[in-house]
Protein backbone atom coordinates (compact mmCIF):
# COMPACT_ATOMS: atom_id res chain seq x y z
CA UNK A 1 0.00 0.00 0.00
CA UNK A 2 1.43 3.55 -0.93
CA UNK A 3 1.31 5.23 2.07
CA UNK A 4 2.66 8.60 3.75
CA UNK A 5 3.31 8.93 7.48
CA UNK A 6 3.62 12.26 9.17
CA UNK A 7 4.89 12.78 12.90
CA UNK A 8 6.70 15.11 14.79
CA UNK A 9 3.54 17.66 15.72
CA UNK A 10 3.17 19.24 18.82
CA UNK A 11 2.83 22.28 21.00
CA UNK A 12 5.54 24.59 20.78
CA UNK A 13 5.90 28.16 21.70
CA UNK A 14 6.41 31.25 19.67
CA UNK A 15 9.80 31.69 18.28
CA UNK A 16 10.41 28.17 18.62
CA UNK A 17 11.33 25.31 16.82
CA UNK A 18 10.18 21.71 15.16
CA UNK A 19 10.67 19.04 12.91
CA UNK A 20 8.23 17.27 10.90
CA UNK A 21 8.81 13.95 9.61
CA UNK A 22 7.28 12.05 7.07
CA UNK A 23 7.92 8.55 6.21
CA UNK A 24 7.14 6.97 2.87
CA UNK A 25 6.28 3.28 2.16
CA UNK A 26 4.89 1.39 -0.90
CA UNK A 27 6.43 3.23 -3.51
CA UNK A 28 9.91 4.30 -5.10
CA UNK A 29 10.20 7.35 -2.75
CA UNK A 30 13.35 8.71 -4.67
CA UNK A 31 11.93 9.00 -7.75
CA UNK A 32 9.26 11.37 -6.77
CA UNK A 33 9.09 14.75 -5.95
CA UNK A 34 7.31 15.54 -2.10
CA UNK A 35 5.57 18.47 -0.62
CA UNK A 36 4.21 19.87 2.38
CA UNK A 37 1.16 21.39 2.50
CA UNK A 38 -0.98 23.24 5.86
CA UNK A 39 -4.48 24.06 6.72
CA UNK A 40 -5.08 25.65 9.60
CA UNK A 41 -8.46 24.87 11.45
CA UNK A 42 -11.46 25.95 9.60
CA UNK A 43 -9.47 27.04 7.08
CA UNK A 44 -8.22 26.33 3.09
CA UNK A 45 -5.32 24.58 2.31
CA UNK A 46 -1.85 26.57 1.96
CA UNK A 47 1.08 25.49 0.03
CA UNK A 48 4.48 25.12 2.10
CA UNK A 49 7.31 24.01 0.58
CA UNK A 50 8.84 21.36 -2.36
CA UNK A 51 11.30 18.83 -2.71
CA UNK A 52 12.33 17.16 -6.17
CA UNK A 53 13.13 13.53 -5.75
CA UNK A 54 17.01 14.40 -5.57
CA UNK A 55 16.67 17.19 -2.65
CA UNK A 56 18.98 19.45 -5.18
CA UNK A 57 15.81 21.68 -5.74
CA UNK A 58 13.47 23.29 -3.06
CA UNK A 59 10.74 25.51 -3.51
CA UNK A 60 9.24 27.74 -0.85
CA UNK A 61 5.67 29.77 0.26
CA UNK A 62 6.75 33.59 0.46
CA UNK A 63 5.10 32.91 4.39
CA UNK A 64 7.41 30.20 5.46
CA UNK A 65 10.71 31.36 3.38
CA UNK A 66 13.82 31.64 5.69
CA UNK A 67 12.11 30.34 8.60
CA UNK A 68 11.27 26.72 6.90
CA UNK A 69 13.86 24.55 5.52
CA UNK A 70 12.42 21.09 3.28
CA UNK A 71 15.08 17.98 3.27
CA UNK A 72 14.60 14.40 2.48
CA UNK A 73 16.75 11.21 3.04
CA UNK A 74 16.17 9.13 -0.21
CA UNK A 75 18.09 6.26 1.76
CA UNK A 76 15.37 6.40 4.84
CA UNK A 77 12.50 7.35 2.49
CA UNK A 78 12.03 10.33 4.67
CA UNK A 79 10.60 13.71 4.21
CA UNK A 80 11.84 16.26 6.72
CA UNK A 81 10.21 20.13 7.30
CA UNK A 82 12.60 22.03 9.80
CA UNK A 83 10.38 24.68 11.09
CA UNK A 84 12.05 27.65 13.10
CA UNK A 85 10.58 31.49 14.36
CA UNK A 86 7.73 29.93 14.43
CA UNK A 87 4.23 32.11 14.84
CA UNK A 88 1.22 31.86 15.98
CA UNK A 89 -0.18 32.05 12.85
CA UNK A 90 1.39 28.55 12.19
CA UNK A 91 -0.77 26.76 14.00
CA UNK A 92 -1.85 24.36 11.49
CA UNK A 93 -2.24 20.45 10.14
CA UNK A 94 0.58 19.37 8.38
CA UNK A 95 0.14 17.62 5.32
CA UNK A 96 3.06 15.78 2.87
CA UNK A 97 1.84 14.98 -0.32
CA UNK A 98 3.72 12.81 -3.16
CA UNK A 99 3.47 14.14 -6.32
CA UNK A 100 2.23 12.50 -9.12
CA UNK A 101 4.46 12.83 -11.06
CA UNK A 102 7.94 10.91 -11.45
CA UNK A 103 11.16 13.13 -11.65
CA UNK A 104 9.18 16.12 -12.77
CA UNK A 105 11.32 19.45 -11.37
CA UNK A 106 7.79 21.66 -10.35
CA UNK A 107 5.52 20.37 -8.61
CA UNK A 108 3.03 19.02 -10.44
CA UNK A 109 -0.50 17.65 -8.92
CA UNK A 110 -0.25 16.13 -5.13
CA UNK A 111 -1.53 12.48 -5.94
CA UNK A 112 -0.88 10.97 -2.43
CA UNK A 113 -1.34 12.43 0.81
CA UNK A 114 -0.67 11.80 4.68
CA UNK A 115 -2.89 11.86 7.58
CA UNK A 116 -1.80 15.15 8.52
CA UNK A 117 0.27 16.10 11.74
CA UNK A 118 -1.08 18.85 14.41
CA UNK A 119 1.52 21.90 15.00
CA UNK A 120 -0.19 24.21 17.76
CA UNK A 121 1.59 27.57 17.98
CA UNK A 122 1.11 29.39 21.59
CA UNK A 123 2.29 30.97 24.07
CA UNK B 1 1.39 36.75 -6.60
CA UNK B 2 -0.76 34.28 -8.59
CA UNK B 3 -4.53 33.85 -7.17
CA UNK B 4 -7.28 31.71 -8.11
CA UNK B 5 -10.87 32.72 -7.66
CA UNK B 6 -13.85 29.93 -6.25
CA UNK B 7 -17.15 30.44 -5.44
CA UNK B 8 -17.46 29.96 -1.80
CA UNK B 9 -20.50 27.62 -2.05
CA UNK B 10 -22.35 25.46 -4.96
CA UNK B 11 -25.45 23.42 -4.19
CA UNK B 12 -26.61 20.46 -6.33
CA UNK B 13 -29.65 18.16 -6.46
CA UNK B 14 -28.80 14.33 -6.15
CA UNK B 15 -28.84 12.70 -9.58
CA UNK B 16 -27.86 16.34 -11.18
CA UNK B 17 -24.64 17.75 -12.50
CA UNK B 18 -22.42 19.91 -10.35
CA UNK B 19 -19.95 23.08 -11.99
CA UNK B 20 -17.42 24.13 -9.70
CA UNK B 21 -15.09 27.06 -11.48
CA UNK B 22 -11.79 28.61 -10.74
CA UNK B 23 -10.66 31.19 -12.02
CA UNK B 24 -7.10 32.57 -12.46
CA UNK B 25 -5.25 35.06 -15.35
CA UNK B 26 -4.81 32.27 -18.10
CA UNK B 27 -5.20 29.51 -16.11
CA UNK B 28 -5.81 27.79 -19.46
CA UNK B 29 -1.99 28.03 -20.29
CA UNK B 30 -1.14 26.11 -16.93
CA UNK B 31 -2.27 23.03 -15.60
CA UNK B 32 -5.00 22.57 -12.84
CA UNK B 33 -5.51 19.64 -10.53
CA UNK B 34 -8.98 19.54 -8.26
CA UNK B 35 -8.59 18.08 -4.65
CA UNK B 36 -11.74 16.79 -2.67
CA UNK B 37 -11.83 16.82 0.85
CA UNK B 38 -14.36 15.24 3.00
CA UNK B 39 -14.65 16.75 6.72
CA UNK B 40 -11.97 15.20 8.87
CA UNK B 41 -10.17 13.52 6.56
CA UNK B 42 -6.93 14.37 4.14
CA UNK B 43 -6.92 15.73 0.64
CA UNK B 44 -7.97 13.66 -2.45
CA UNK B 45 -7.03 14.23 -5.59
CA UNK B 46 -9.95 13.84 -8.03
CA UNK B 47 -8.51 15.70 -11.07
CA UNK B 48 -4.60 16.68 -12.18
CA UNK B 49 -3.20 18.23 -15.58
CA UNK B 50 -6.55 19.85 -16.46
CA UNK B 51 -8.70 16.86 -17.16
CA UNK B 52 -6.62 13.65 -16.28
CA UNK B 53 -8.38 11.12 -13.16
CA UNK B 54 -6.36 9.18 -11.19
CA UNK B 55 -6.84 5.56 -10.30
CA UNK B 56 -10.02 4.81 -8.57
CA UNK B 57 -12.23 7.80 -9.35
CA UNK B 58 -15.42 7.49 -10.39
CA UNK B 59 -15.95 8.70 -14.26
CA UNK B 60 -18.47 11.16 -12.80
CA UNK B 61 -15.78 13.28 -12.02
CA UNK B 62 -14.30 15.36 -15.10
CA UNK B 63 -12.30 18.28 -15.73
CA UNK B 64 -11.37 21.40 -18.26
CA UNK B 65 -9.50 24.45 -18.83
CA UNK B 66 -9.12 26.93 -21.48
CA UNK B 67 -8.76 30.86 -21.34
CA UNK B 68 -9.01 32.20 -17.57
CA UNK B 69 -11.36 29.45 -15.84
CA UNK B 70 -11.07 25.76 -15.07
CA UNK B 71 -13.79 23.78 -14.29
CA UNK B 72 -14.50 20.73 -12.00
CA UNK B 73 -17.74 18.81 -13.00
CA UNK B 74 -19.50 16.26 -11.30
CA UNK B 75 -22.13 14.48 -13.55
CA UNK B 76 -25.05 12.16 -11.37
CA UNK B 77 -24.05 13.85 -7.95
CA UNK B 78 -24.54 12.00 -5.10
CA UNK B 79 -24.41 12.39 -1.48
CA UNK B 80 -21.12 11.36 -0.82
CA UNK B 81 -19.99 14.04 -2.95
CA UNK B 82 -20.49 16.41 -0.45
CA UNK B 83 -17.17 18.26 0.51
CA UNK B 84 -14.74 20.87 -0.02
CA UNK B 85 -13.20 20.91 -3.21
CA UNK B 86 -10.07 23.25 -3.54
CA UNK B 87 -8.16 24.15 -7.09
CA UNK B 88 -4.60 24.74 -7.81
CA UNK B 89 -2.27 25.31 -10.04
CA UNK B 90 1.33 25.80 -10.36
CA UNK B 91 3.22 29.19 -10.82
CA UNK B 92 6.95 30.12 -11.94
CA UNK B 93 6.24 33.64 -8.50
CA UNK B 94 4.24 31.79 -6.80
CA UNK B 95 5.24 28.21 -6.89
CA UNK B 96 1.94 26.00 -6.00
CA UNK B 97 -1.46 28.05 -5.72
CA UNK B 98 -4.57 26.96 -3.98
CA UNK B 99 -7.52 28.59 -4.38
CA UNK B 100 -9.63 28.82 -1.27
CA UNK B 101 -12.05 26.31 -1.76
CA UNK B 102 -15.43 25.57 -2.90
CA UNK B 103 -18.35 23.88 -0.22
CA UNK B 104 -20.51 21.11 -2.52
CA UNK B 105 -23.94 20.75 -0.54
CA UNK B 106 -25.88 17.94 -1.92
CA UNK B 107 -29.67 19.03 -1.01
Known amino acids: EVQLVESGGGLVQPGGSLRLSCAGS????????LHWVRQAPGKGLEYISSVNHNGLSTYYATSVKGRFTVSRDNSKKTLYLQMGSLRTEDTAVYYC????????????????WGQGTMVTVSP | SYDLTQPPSVSVSPGQTASITCSGYRLGDKFASWYQQRPGQSPLLVIYQNNMRPSGIPERFSGSNSGNTATLTISGTQALDEADYYC??????????FGAGTRLTVL
Open chain 2, 88 to 97: QTWDTTSHVV
Open chain 1, 26 to 33: GFTFSSYP
Open chain 1, 97 to 112: ARDQNKFGEYPDAFHI
